[in-house]
């Protein structure tokens, strides 16, 4: 039923291919071709009139996804790459009119002054100098080997060479406008006296919540007004809000009881039909077999093959004691474990310390992992028992041979690898050999050893106390949906969807059958994530959709942490790029703005009287002090910061009272008492020049300003 839905879901994609085939016999070939193909479809978009290619663009998308190693969604590739071609597009315009022109020696000097260049080995001479023919010799034979074909490092050292041109670029821009980034000596002089004059006041603050809400009642056209009024601080952007239901396909207790007897199933010998042999064969159970690698590839279990040790606390609860209470060669389970249904053969008991400490010398031979030793196996074996003879009684001759010979982390170390607990030590990626010898031996034991990396002597220094612990040979089976049940999970969903195409509401559905409805709000055109369903940029793209309404319903099948799932959606809300419809992002900064604004209004009418005291009297409230409050840190004892009634307490004459003000908090009146100016210096040198420096940190916003004033059309969401 799950692909019959598929097929109905690309209906009308097959009937509109059937109908253009038909319709290919009577219009003029050249009138399918500029269907298909128009200036605005191979556009990407464009930024001040000039199209950035749609192709380009995918291909450099691609290519940055490619050299991700795949940890990068399409989305974030597409947004990284759209921000560099942005960027690019941006400059070549502003260099253009700049006049900055990078001549092909400033890129060679600083392509030579790379640190990976001058330090490679490839471009150094005998006396290990950088030798710049070597690199210009290097850089022929790419040439070359691109002429016969294998480009690949020729185009790399392209992309390189054009990277650094458009550094040198940028740094060249940049540097331009910083030069013109400055300030005067009387400006240092304004902007200290500014923010280190102290002021005495005494105020009135009538705070905003003093007034309810529910007095200050906002109307949609107030809110569009205002942004209306605002528009470059609150741009809209179009969004989408959607309604869902997810539906993760999971196993049933049915689906679980019948893992369960399967695993039961391979505990005893039993027999099976052998296509082969033509004949019933008579096949070994976990209890009896042998070889246990054979056993769970034979019997394809979901789990490899554990060699490690387990203590009592790293096993699940429900069999830990049945584990360690059991015989040698005795099976338990089957028990279930996360996803898995498991049964477990106790092949070994053994006392082990949960932690060793231990030291080696190594001494590595030709073909040993990691080595690049010249010496024979037998060479090696015979410098390692000499090295044993001398240091198997001898701490400091062990740390004095060990910095002396070895060449891992150790060395310097007196061969020390320290602490290695025993998850780590019988884990795939720690030496079984090495691990057997300081987890088996007592501490104090040095024997000579040989493992994949060369013959060791090795040292027990320091072992934890041991516990009882165990080898298992576990077959585990995955707990997964049956056939039966992804078909009822499917039919629900089904179900939903075919009740919202008739027009039902989401919620009352979702009612009736006890599901949980999730929302996704004000989702914008470029985003991957719906909350709740992670990375679903198919839900996205349908609901920006142009045929996409409010009220229009679908299912999708969606990935919900890597196991297969439905999501049926409603699109519950729209709001287009500069449009009436405000999102609720919007509302929700703008309405306590304007909330603000309307309680100020009421809190003046009360402030009334002749002076602080009788305005104070008028709204229940005292008149009280600020002292030596500074621009610099405009803050009123018990209210907070309060920059713009700071900012009218700097300008007002002494003892001149202020109008009304409105400020962060609430409504205040001010009266000056005193002002004391800034003691004078006899040089501004320094605040002109943090002036300046303030000035340049804020360079980094060029590329966003340039992006902010410059005509870009953006239509990324239209093909990703």
Do not use: C
Request: net charge negative; hydrophobic share 40%; glycine share 6%.
């Amino acid at each position: 039923m799950a692909i019959l839905s598929k097929i109905r879901d690309r209906s009308m994609f097959l009937i509109l291919i059937v109908g253009l085939a038909l319709f290919a016999f009577v219009l003029d070939p050249s009138s399918i071709q500029s269907f298909f193909s128009s200036s605005k479809i191979n556009s990407i978009g464009s930024v001040n009139g000039e199209d950035i290619d749609r192709e380009e663009f995918a291909r450099q998308v691609e290519s940055y996804r490619s050299q991700s190693g795949g940890r990068t969604s399409q989305m974030q590739a597409v947004n990284t790459v759209w921000n560099s071609m942005l960027g690019e597009k941006i400059f070549e315009d502003q260099l253009e009119k700049a006049g900055i022109v990078v001549g092909e020696k400033d890129i060679w000097d600083a392509m030579v002054s790379m640190p990976d260049v001058q330090n490679s080995p490839l471009f150094k001479n005998e006396a290990n100098l950088f030798d710049e023919e070597k690199l210009k010799e290097y850089i022929a034979n790419m040439k070359a080997d691109a002429e016969d074909g294998d480009d690949a490092a020729w185009i790399g050292w392209l992309q390189t060479e054009s990277n650094v041109k458009k550094n040198l670029q940028r740094q060249a821009y940049t540097s331009l406008v910083s030069a013109g980034l400055g300030a005067s000596l009387k400006e240092g002089e304004r902007d200290y006296a500014f923010n280190n004059a102290k002021v005495d006041a005494q105020y009135v603050y009538v705070p905003y919540a003093s007034i309810p809400d529910s007095i200050a009642k906002i109307k949609k056209s107030e809110l569009v007004n205002y942004v209306s009024d605002n528009a470059k601080k609150y741009k809209a952007e179009a969004t989408r809000s959607v309604q869902f239901v997810k539906f993760n396909i999971e196993p049933s207790k049915a689906d679980e009881a019948e893992v369960s007897k399967k695993v039961a199933g391979f505990i005893n010998d039993r027999e099976e039909y052998s296509n082969a042999a033509k004949s019933k064969v008579q096949l070994a159970g976990l209890k009896n077999a042998t070889d246990y690698v054979a056993f769970l590839n034979d019997n394809k279990s979901d789990l490899a093959i554990d060699n490690s040790y387990k203590f009592k606390s790293q096993l699940v609860k429900e069999v830990a004691d049945e584990v360690f209470a059991a015989d040698l060669n005795a099976v338990v389970g089957p028990y279930k474990e996360g996803e898995y249904f498991k049964i477990s053969k106790v092949v070994e008991t053994i006392k082990l310390p949960d932690s060793v400490k231990s030291s080696h010398i190594v001494v590595p031979y030709a073909g040993t992992t990691r080595s690049t030793s010249t010496k024979t196996k037998e060479e090696a074996k015979k410098t390692i028992d000499s090295v044993y003879a001398l240091v198997k009684n001898n701490k400091a001759k062990f740390t004095e041979i060990a910095d002396a010979i070895n060449s891992d982390g150790t060395k310097g170390k007196g061969g020390e690898i320290g602490w290695v607990r025993k998850d780590q030590a019988f884990s795939a990626g720690f030496d079984k050999d090495f691990a057997d010898f300081i987890y088996k031996n007592k501490a104090g034991s040095v024997k000579v050893v040989e493992t994949a990396f060369g013959f060791h002597v090795i040292r027990i220094d320091e072992q934890t106390s041991y516990e009882d612990a165990v080898k298992l040979v576990t077959y585990g089976m995955l707990i997964e949906a049956s056939e039966e049940t992804e078909n009822i999970i499917f039919e629900n969903a089904e179900t939903l969807a075919a009740g919202l195409a008739s027009g039902k509401d989401l919620n009352d559905l979702a009612k009736e059958k006890n599901y949980s409805v999730l929302s996704g709000l004000n989702l914008k055109a470029l985003e991957e994530n719906v909350p709740g369903l992670n990375n679903q940029r198919q839900i996205v793209t349908w609901a920006f959709n142009t045929n996409t309404e409010v009220g229009d319903s679908k299912r999708f099948d969606v990935d919900l942490n890597g196991k297969r799932g439905y999501a049926v959606v409603a699109l519950t809300g729209k709001t287009e790029k500069d449009g009436a419809e405000l999102s609720s992002s919007i509302i929700s900064q703008v309405r306590p703005i304007l909330v603000n604004q309307k309680k100020a209004e009421i809190i003046k009418d009360k402030m009334k009287g002749s002076s602080l005291e009788e305005i104070a009297k008028a709204n229940a409230t005292v008149v009280r002090n600020a002292s030596a409050v500074t621009l610099s840190s405009p803050l009123l004892s018990g209210v907070g910061n309060e920059p713009g009634v700071v900012g009218a307490m700097s300008t007002l004459p002494i003892d001149a009272t202020s109008e009304l003000i409105e400020g962060v908090k609430g409504v205040f009146i001010v009266k000056v008492t005193k002002r004391e100016d800034a003691v004078k210096l006899d040089n501004y040198d320094n605040f002109r020049k943090k002036l300046v420096g303030q000035l340049k940190g804020r360079s980094y916003q060029l590329n966003q300003v340039l992006t902010e004033t410059a005509d870009v059309v953006d239509n990324r969401a239209k093909f990703f």
